[in-house]
Structures are given as structure tokens and as C-alpha cells.
């Protein structure tokens, strides 16, 4: 077998650590030179791919590449650009292989989302029905936690950590100052259509006077009465009341709460503002003074509170997915299999990105306490070793030192131009 | 002198660091029991001196103490009140010193911002004016950092690393989603008529390249055409544009742009989701995708984030006002003295109260660019050694373990009752 290029691409919204994912990639492949030439990714996700704007990872040091660990966001861009069918983008996907025979590629690595393993699974079938051969190796991704079969997905861990000490450290501000000031504080966290990460929140709490008081999920509609009930309750009985709420949450009618009124591109609502929202509900019906925040992408960009077991698991998934390839396997995506709990334990498994694409993983029902308003032992027994140990980055000054890569293009080949839409 | 007790209490908004002050002021009273008997804490500040609610922090472990440096917000709580002059709020004083007497009280240590300063100046002289002597020192506390005479105030080195961290990792995010995403990114922080805060974001900019592309400032009214313009420019010429944006923005009338309408016990007006107008302001000018994020407590809670400079600080100027009060010192707050920017270098200073209450200290010109979007040099010089270092709490299962007291009530000596109005 002589060395092929390999194409990774970042797809979707950046966490904290997806480029722990590149670096694993990146890192793995340079130790395979015989199979792997060289690792190219693409400027902005696939859409390097499709205007041959790809980048040369063989100009970044050693250095550099192993400082991907610990540097937030896409350290290649990445972008929110869904491919459809073979059928309906029939001439993206030719443009994919042209791209990929005029550099050499033989793999391709996807690091994403739902939307994105879709995509995935879709590259790997052109061999059969577009006849370019090529390795396809999904790498999992989303801070929302909903891709199927892994037990969780990298990104998340960290955005639960973020969520949990945040809402932890609030609650300590709140209760010192509610006998003359805020009583009700609510925190507005991400979460479209799961409340995985508002769920996070709970961990926080480790008895019942503890808050979250409340935690207001995409999964239960919220029922305004029983919630002010809940909310002057906690005042009167714990001082305050602390709240989390999923940008998801929607009213009995089906409706989010909050709606900008835009759509990304995938045709996702996009939302934000649903703290406000709820804020001015209590203080409208109960007259207590309240503060918002809306943690927005602080809470996925946050690296420096990043959970040291996500950390490890994304650097996990993209060095399998190069030893998967090289394996021989293909089409399908490295996995996280939970082997225990207690104490927690876990290793690399695989999934088929037929199983995977396009299925969304929802908070089990037993993981919402009965009332609706927080998360149960089980729950917790899940969540609590995803945020576990802390990776910090190094600081130079003050701050963080993320590293910022030359990101030098691949000389051109094609005399063809192609125009994303 | 036989020992007498000692009175502390938190005042106004709490920071990451106002229990290390109280720290400082405990340990440093516990190595002298022939001078202080014990310390009193009051429960949720000063009204617990009025209504006669005292905390025998006698009662907590040495450890538990020890563990106030590393806790956020006020571990024996504190209250926005707000005690007017010697003759209009005669009652007040007199009960003071009702409950002083009672519970053989000689020293006041009062840990605060401005308007507490004011207070502890005014209890300073109820030993000439009312005939009940008590040695009384201020302990400069507040994020907002508008105390005149000290360099910085404990606190505000704190919320300024949350703040440059913060914006630093979410501009990586925008950034590398910029092609397709989100274009613009709005963070607002605290600030309400100092910018001080809003002018820590900039540490994060390291060229012009990178964000915060602007800051605005409660010192520069809001030109929207100006604003718009740079905002434009931005986008074109690096991809996104990141602004931090101090809660206390106004427009050129004078206005705040976000103005929630209600006002807190001491009459200031409580503001909240500027972010949301400025975002708005550029979607319905430029049409650029945005994302605005308002971080309110976080910032201020966020001790897992802390300033190692600040915490140090902060803790020094605890032990100073006990050590101040033994020497005889009567009427003063430490001060941070710097003597030196690079290195860095400080000492503990004194001012005197009667210099300190009711003077808010501004942004001096100088540190805000020509264009009024940016910080000098000058000010980074001044910012920068205040966010340096990191100092870690423990973490236990993921989460800072954060020390909740005992908090045990000292029993009531008087059989008068006082209503807080």
C-alpha cells in the first residue's frame, strides 16, 4: 500500500476541545508516514474540501500540534454547511473527488455532529456509487450529547464542567446577598432539543437547599403556574431561588420560548434570550428581584475549566479513528463505551455511521425527577464522571496560552473553480 | 487593654475574593486572643449589627477558615444597605452602639466599596459625636475598582481575568466559525459608570487582528454611525468583529441603552441585557449574524478563574486592617500601593477614610484609545499584572469545593428588638 493524504475537517459548532480530536488525528497519522503522506485539513470544515483550500499540517511543529490539546475552538475553521443526498448535492460530491484525486486522498476524517456523520456516511458511499474509493471515518463531536450509541460525545464533558461550576459558583453569590438583594437567578444555557447540558446543572446541587433549584429542560414543557408555585417556594424557604434554563425550552403550545426569529443553516432556529424571558415571568407574578446571564459560547469555547476526562476521550477518538483506518475499517465512527460507573471506566468502541446519522439521542425519562424540575440519582450517576478532573491549560501573563496554527495552504491543482452556495 | 471583640461584615456585591479578605482579617485576629477576644461576624453585613444577628466564628475550625480564601462570595453574607449621615440615621448608629456595648465590640472592620466606606467613615466618628469608642477600619472590596487613593481593589482583579479569558476563548470560537456563522459577538460585562472592567477585555487582543475589535465604554457615549462603521470594518477585514460592552453603555442623550428599570437600595438603577441592544443594533444595520452573551454574576463568582494577584491581594488587606487596628490606627483603610509595573511589584498603603468615602475614581483618559473603542497601553500596563497568576481551589468529583460555615448565631444579650427598614 503506498501513502495516501488524509483530509480532517472540522464541521459545526466548536467546543473546547475538538481540537483535541485534531491533535489526536494529526499526531497519530505522523507516527503511520508509510500509510498517512500527510494530513491536510480543511480551511472552514468541508467547504476547504470543496474550493481546494486545504491546509498543510506538515508546516506546524510538533509544538504546535501538541498545543491543540489545550486550545478551544477550530483551530481550522469550521463551518455550518450540510451536504444532502448523492442525489440532490450530486455535484458537490463530484467536486469532493476531484478535489481528493487531485491531492492523493485516501481518508477522510469528519469531526462533528449529527448533521456531520450524516454527512460522513455519505462519503463513504461514493466508492460504490461514484467510484472513488475513499477511507471514512467519522470523529464524534457535539457539545449537545445527542449522537447515538457512544456514551457521550467529546465536547460535552466540558460544557457540563463549565455549567456546573458556573451555576455552583452563582449560587454562592446569590444566597450571600438575596436578604436585601437578587432572589431569583437564572442561567441560561445551550441545548436546542436535549437538556443534556442544562441537566449538567444539577450536579451542582448536593442537597435540596442547594441550588438549581429548578432546571427547566427542552423535554418538558414549561407549565407557568406549577413553576411560579415552585420558584416562590424556594424563596421562602432557602432565601433564593436559582434556576437553569435550556435556550430549548418551549411553552405548552410547542413554542420556544425564546425565538430570534433567524435560521442557520441547517435550517435550525436560532435562539437565545429564553433567561430574560423567564425573569421577567417571576418578577412579573411574584415581584422578586432578579439577574440573568446567558452563558452563550463562553460555555463551549471555555478551555480553561475544560473537563479532563473530555479532554482524553477526544484525543481518544481522533487517534482511533486513524488506527481504524488504517485497520482497514471503514465508515463508521470511534465510540465511547462506558465499562463502569463506579469507579468510572471507559474504552474506545465503534459504531456504523448508518446507525448513527441522523438519529438523536433524547434524555432518558428516568433522567428527570418526576416533577420536572431536575435530574434524578441516575442522571447524576451519568453525568458526574464526564466532568471530572481538570486539564489546565498552560498561562502565560494572565492568560491562557492557546495556540494559533500558520495554517498554510496546499498549493493549488486544479484549474476549476467551485462556488459554495 | 484586655481584649475586646471584634465586628466584621461584608458589604455590597460580593466578589471571588471578599471571603479571602475575611480570612485575613480571622487568622490574623486568632494569633492575637490577648487583644481580640473573637471575631463576630454579622450576618448578611451590617444588618446583622442592627438586629443583633452575630456569628461566632470562634465556632469554625482553623480549616474551615483557611478554606475562606479559596470560596467565593460572602460566606457570612451581605446586604446592599445603605446606613445615611449621623443625624438622619440616628436611630441606626445608636443601635450600633447598643449592640456594641452588649457584646463588648471594640473593632469594626467594614469590607466594602464606596458606599460602605462612606459607613465605616461615619461609625468611625460615633466615638466623638455619640461617646462609644470603637476602632474602626475599612476594608476596600468591589469588581468595580472606583476606590480613589488604593492602585486596584480587591475583587476587581479577579472579574478583569474572568473577563479577558473569557472574551479571549470566544473569540477563538467566532473566529473559526466566522465564514458561515455567527459574525459578530457581543459580551457584556459589569461596569456601571466606571468602564474599568469593560477594559480588561482588551488583555485578550494581542494584534489588531484579534478581538475584542471594540469595547465600549460608560465614559464614551455610544456614536452609532461611528460604531456601525467599525463594525463593518471589522468584519471585512478580519473575518468577525468581538465587542465587550459595559452594562453601563450610553447613548448620546445620556441614556442608558439598557435601562431595566428598577433601582437597588442604594438608588442605583439596575441594569441588565445591553448585549441583546447592541446586537440588535448591528443585525438591523449590517444584517450580520450574531451571538451576544451576558455574563453577570458568573464574572464576579467565577473564583475557579481567579486572580492570583487579586486573591493575594485581597487577602492582604484583611490581615492589614486587623494588624492597622492593633497598632491604634483608627479611621483608615489599607490601600494597594504599587511601586512598581514590571515587575510587578506592591506593598500595603493607608488612606484615610474621610478620603476615601463618596469619591469614585474614573478611567482616567488616557487609558481609552483616541477612537474611544479600545484600551492604550497605558492602561494595559496598569491592568495587566492584576490578572497574573492562577490560583486554583481544590476540586473534589469535578466541582471547586467550596467551604459553606457553620455559621452558629452568638446569643442575643438584648431584649430590644430593631426593625431594618
Known sequence: MTAKNAFYAQSGGV???INASACGVIETARQHPDKIANVYAGRNGIIGALTEDLIDTSQESAEDI????????????????????????????????????????GYFFYNGGGDSQDTSHKVSQIG?????????????????????????????????????VSIKEANFDVFSMAKTSTKVFVMEVMGRHAGWIAAAGGLARGSDSDGPHIILFPEVPLDEARFLARVDECVKKYGYCSIVVSEGVKNAAGQFLADAGTKDAFGHTQLGGVAPVVANLVKSNLGYKYHWAVADYLQRAARHIASKTDVEQ?????????????A????????????SSKPYTWEIGSANLADVANVEKKMPAEFITEDGFNITPACREYLQPLIAGEDYPPFVDGLPQYVVLKNVAVPKKL??????K
Do not use: W
Open 15 to 17: 467546543t473546547a476541545v
Open 66 to 105: 501538541a498545543a491543540l490539546r489545550y486550545t478551544p475552538a477550530g483551530a481550522f475553521g469550521s463551518c455550518r454547511f450540510k451536504l444532502k443526498g448523492l442525489e440532490q448535492s450530486k455535484a458537490e460530491y463530484e467536486r469532493l473527488i476531484e478535489v481528493f484525486k487531485a491531492h492523493n486522498i
Open 128 to 164: 460504490d456509487k461514484l467510484g472513488y474509493h475513499i477511507t471514512c471515518i467519522g470523529i464524534p463531536k457535539t457539545v449537545d450529547n445527542d449522537l447515538p450509541i457512544t456514551d457521550t460525545c467529546p465536547g460535552f464533558g466540558s460544557v457540563a464542567k463549565y455549567v456546573a
Open 314 to 326: 477526544a484525543y481518544a477518538v481522533g487517534k482511533a479513528a486513524v488506527e481504524f483506518a488504517l
Open 328 to 339: 482497514g475499517k471503514n465508515a463508521v465512527m470511534p465510540t465511547i463505551v462506558r465499562t
Open 415 to 420: 484549474t476549476t473553480e467551485f462556488h459554495v
